[in-house]
């Protein structure tokens, strides 16, 4: 019996995903169609291991993906009498309620004096959590807010006892907070590709400089400088104590140190994040829809490392969701936008309006692109999903997650998304073309066409959900770039 039979939905594409799971290497990379049911096989994989003892941890992007991966182990357990800490990790933002009205420095608990951090106890907490998992954060909230108690602090105590953490990227990323999870044997990250052009710290060169001379000032006086950021706190000197906090934050982070206009941003390449990481675990799984190309983030990740890379073909095909490139002479390539061209766009969309008799979301490379489509259109360009045909852009609000309904059944993709290269990334990308020796052009093109296949596949995903979906891709380029890869 295979650990996925735990899985009431399973399909034959989530047992080949179980199979590379059990792969005998300490590194996999995985990428796998968007909705194929990586995650369920993924938290499937740490109840298995976890009833076996080994403890693990699952890093997704964002607080929405922690509650659907919740709300999926909460499926995949009912019923089983399991006795096994499931855990999300708490941000100081969602968990923190007495909600200070002051940025949340380091150092700020114990800095004002929260009532609060004196009630450690979490032991009926502790029990409570054993025998249920909660898909809503909140939930958690305000189970550990209970007593007067800090939500942010209870949890983050219960952390090292938990069998399965359900984490965000940065308890990956940052080593003050992957130490608070306590030793850990697997580790799956899911989006995985946003490890890349990852920064650990930013900010103000001055600010930097200040609280050095700060830093030292304690050291002198004989005070640690996390009690000393406490010390200026309470003492009033607010400004000073920031700064400090500030400094601290930046000496602790790891990274390549980078200056760029007045600030300081620490570059943490995705191969020494792994390196950090690997050293004490039984074994790291890296996956995501987006590692396109793989060859460049088998490079960017697993370098020198005894690794497994596997790909499931199709990047954003699923079950639900057809996709067609159109034979197209119109493309939203900067040397090739005019008004002609976006009235040729304006003419396909109202042609497949009709034809298809569908309500349509179209997804534009830029607000600029959208607007002139729109123009043509006699439309505006919205957020929100409503109207026979909403003009949108690619990483906007309705692209990375506002609820679109189910009868918007048809996405066109008005152009490809090749982001703007800003002055961080290319701080960025000189960093990585020292460390993996790798010419600058060639990390910028597989940068672009990594964000662009990102973009794409997260704008295409709002479509073909549960009712069937069809994506259109109207570009010139598309072909010759995608190939059979879609
Ligand atoms: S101890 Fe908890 S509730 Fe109090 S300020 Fe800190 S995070 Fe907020």
């Known amino acids: 019996m295979s650990y996925v039979d735990m899985i009431p939905w399973k399909t034959k594409e989530m047992e080949k995903i179980a199979k590379i799971f059990l792969t005998d290497k300490k590194l996999i990379l995985l990428r796998a169609p968007a909705g194929i049911g990586k995650t369920s096989v993924a938290v499937t994989y ?16 964002t607080r929405k993906e922690v509650e659907h991966t919740l709300a999926i182990i909460k499926r995949i357990i ?15 933002h ?21 009532d609060r951090l004196k009630r450690r106890k979490y032991s009926d907490v502790e029990k409570v959590l054993r025998s249920q998992v909660f ?30 953490i359900i984490g965000t990227h940065p308890y990956f990323i940052h080593e003050d907070l992957f130490e608070r999870l306590g030793k850990l044997a697997i580790i799956v990250v899911d989006e995985a590709h946003n490890l890349v052009g990852i920064t650990t710290f930013e900010g103000d060169a001055k600010n930097i400089e200040e609280g050095k001379i700060i830093a030292e000032e304690a050291m002198e006086k004989g005070h640690a400088i ?54 004490n675990v039984s074994k790291i799984i890296l996956m995501s829809s987006t590692l396109y190309p793989s060859k460049f983030y088998e490079k960017l ?30 493309s939203t390539a900067v040397s090739m936008r005019s008004q002609e061209i976006y009235a040729g766009y304006a003419s396909e969309i109202k042609r497949l309006h009709r034809k298809l008799g569908e309500k349509i979301i179209v997804f534009c490379p830029s607000y600029e692109v959208a607007k ?12 929100k999903p409503e109207g026979e045909i909403i003009i949108t852009v690619y990483r906007g609000r309705i692209a990375e997650g506002v609820e679109l309904p189910e009868d918007y059944k048809v996405a066109i993709m008005a152009g490809l998304p090749f982001p703007k290269i800003s002055a961080k990334d290319e701080k960025i990308i000189e960093v990585y073309s020292k460390i993996y020796r790798i010419d600058k052009q060639s990390i910028r093109q597989a940068f672009l066409m990594s964000s662009m296949v990102s973009a794409l596949i997260q ?15 109207i570009d010139s380029r598309a072909k010759s770039i995608f190939g059979g890869a879609l």
């Open 301 to 330: 990740f697993a370098e020198g490392i005894n690794h497994r890379l596997e790909v499931i073909p199709g990047l954003f095909k699923s079950p639900k969701r057809r996709i067609v490139i159109m034979d197209t002479e119109l």
């Open 372 to 383: 002139n489509i729109a123009k043509h259109l006699g439309k505006e360009v919205k957020d």
């Open 46 to 61: 740490l109840i298995s291991m976890a009833i076996m003892g080994k403890r693990g941890a699952i890093f997704l992007r």
């Open 459 to 473: 704008a295409a995903g709002r479509v073909g959900r549960r009712e069937q979906g069809l994506v259109i891709i």
């Open 226 to 279: 996390h009690k000393y950021v406490v010390r200026l706190w309470r003492s009033g000197d607010i400004d000073r104590a920031t700064i400090l906090a500030e400094y601290d934050a930046y000496r602790t982070e790891k990274g390549v140190e980078v200056r760029m206009n007045g600030k300081i941003i620490k570059v943490y390449p995705p191969i020494e994040l792994v390196k950090d990481r690997i050293e």
């Open 135 to 164: 898909s809503e954060l909140n939930s958690y909230v305000r189970l550990m807010a209970m007593g007067m108690r800090c939500p942010y602090h209870i949890c983050l105590e219960l952390l090292k006892k938990a069998d399965i």
């Open 94 to 114: 969602d968990f923190c309620v007495e909600k200070p009205g002051v940025p949340l420095i380091k150092y700020w608990c114990p800095a004002s004096e929260c």
């Open 78 to 92: 009912s019923g089983k009498k399991l006795d096994l800490l499931i855990l999300p990790t708490p941000s100081k």
